[in-house]
């Protein structure tokens, strides 16, 4: 086994240290507790979405009456990205994930009380707030538990499980609303992550970069470091991350937006926000354009989990190529098919098989190519500002989000026709790849 390189006599390099070990057991378990976290992100992010029809249904109230109801968590996403990401720099990965996994939680078994639209409005954006927090900081934390080896292969693995929760949120609708009621799909988003919370506040360790970088003390890196390798751990008298002399901004808003990084912060939010426009235009409003077409309930909530479910499909796959070529064209190249299929799907109403084929194959190269953003993201920052700079790239993107369920609402206000909504999402996909194989031609450096 290779021994990690020393920077001065005994003091060890976190990054390098990781880098040199196989994988352990105990960063395996990061990887799945952070799975977890964003599994459960997932689905109670896409929940409105399933239960909107049956909700519409029992309230007497018509779709676009939904709108501000769709976009209420969305909106709580941003802020609580936005908010989060300085905390998680400030106060640790840790403390701001079991947070956020308890808020959410807490809201969302809340929301299935709700009696009117206001109340379920109010408790959706505060749910947001813990959804938002809690991605971003778990690809952070996950990112800086990983060799360099597998970073963009583990880190978008992980962040698949979001579809995968989105995607099961479909598919458990599709069994639960027709026999218990839209509450049943809220009170299992509420009552699983209150579970997860506990789990994590004593499985889930602190991000020994953070440590390192915040001066938190030698002997609690060395105790969160030596599940990995207590020999080679024990060994050292200091630690020492690659970037700590090279970053010297405090601010975190001064690193991420110093001269290397700021043309890249930029262009990560243009490509990631108009990802999300496409996402949650057809997450919100997919089943519903279904229905109006025909289809069952049950069967517009299973085409509609199949567009989520393609992006479980193609994480890993987008992942493994990011860890062997040129990380932006890969993602480029999803988005540009995203576009592609999403027109050809308006275009395949008449065929059910084939609706189906290309909503799963749609859902994996967008879905794709948004799982790999926050990889992309954390592989940029340095550790003084990666969960500022992955969660307010997620942050800004929501934006996206509350515009793509925002058109939907409109468009269909309108008169437009599930052809003529789904060929509009042409322009983002377009713009998407452009932004991020720019990005690639610009950035300086990617931090590690």
């Known amino acids: 086994m290779n021994q990690p390189q020393s920077a001065v006599g005994n003091c060890l390099d ?15 378990r990061v990887v799945i507790l952070c799975f977890l976290i964003v599994f ?11 239960i ?30 936005l908010g989060s990401g300085p905390l998680a720099d400030r106060f640790g990965r840790k403390v701001v994930l079991v947070g956020a996994v308890l808020l959410f939680g807490v809201f969302s078994l809340a929301s299935a009380y709700s009696t009117n639209v206001d109340q379920l409005l109010v408790l959706r954006f505060l749910t947001g707030l813990g959804l938002g927090a809690g991605m971003p900081n778990a690809t952070t934390l996950l ?34 609303i027709p026999a218990f009621g839209w509450h049943s799909l809220l009170l299992i988003g509420g009552i699983l992550p209150l579970i997860l919370a506990v789990v994590l506040l004593f499985w889930l360790p602190e991000s020994a970069r953070y440590l390192v970088v915040r001066n938190r003390g030698t002997d609690k890196v060395r105790k ?62 997919l089943p519903t354009l279904m229905r109006d077409s025909g289809a069952s309930m049950e069967k517009a909530a299973f085409i509609g989990a199949l567009f989520q479910f393609g ?31 999403a027109y050809a799907v308006g275009q395949s109403l008449g065929n059910i ?22 990889s992309l993201a954390a592989r940029f920052y340095p550790t003084q500002g990666r969960a500022t700079g992955v969660s307010w790239m997620l942050g800004i993107g929501r934006f996206g989000a509350i515009l793509g369920a925002w058109m939907g609402a409109t468009l269909l206000g309108l008169g437009w026709s599930f052809e003529q909504v789904l060929t509009a999402l042409v322009i983002p996909a377009a713009v998407a790849t452009t932004a991020v194989v720019i990005k690639g031609m610009v950035s300086h450096a990617d931090a590690t």
Request: with cysteine; charged share 10%; glycine share 10%.
């Open 14 to 28: 976190v990054q390098s240290f990781i880098n040199a070990q196989p994988i352990s057991r105990y960063q395996w």
């Open 143 to 176: 990112s800086e538990y990983t060799p360099e080896r597998k970073k963009s292969l583990l880190v978008t693995s992980m962040f698949c499980g979001f579809n995968l929760g989105m995607a099961g949120g479909g598919f458990i609708s599709a069994k639960l």
């Open 353 to 374: 098989t084939l609706l189906a084929t290309l909503v799963l194959v749609a859902g994996m190269c967008v879905n794709g190519a948004q799982s790999a953003m926050p």
């Open 224 to 285: 969160t470091l030596a599940p990995i390798d207590p020999t080679v751990v024990a060994q050292a008298s200091s630690f020492s991350v690659p970037e700590q002399k090279s970053v010297k901004a405090r601010n975190v808003f001064a690193v991420i937006f110093s001269g290397t990084y700021s043309t890249g912060t930029l262009l990560l939010w243009l490509t990631y926000f108009m990802g999300l426009v496409i996402v949650y235009l057809l997450t919100s409003w």
């Open 311 to 341: 992006g479980v499909l193609s994480a890993v796959g987008v992942g493994w190529a990011m860890d062997r070529f040129n990380p932006h064209k890969v993602i480029g190249i999803f988005y540009l098919l995203a576009g592609v299929f």
């Open 52 to 81: 909107a029809p049956a909700l519409s249904q029992d309230w007497g109230i018509d779709r676009a009456s939904l709108g501000p109801v769709m976009s209420a968590a969305l909106i709580g996403m941003v802020f609580g990205a």
């Open 40 to 50: 459960l992100d997932g689905l109670d992010t896409a929940a409105m979405g399933f």
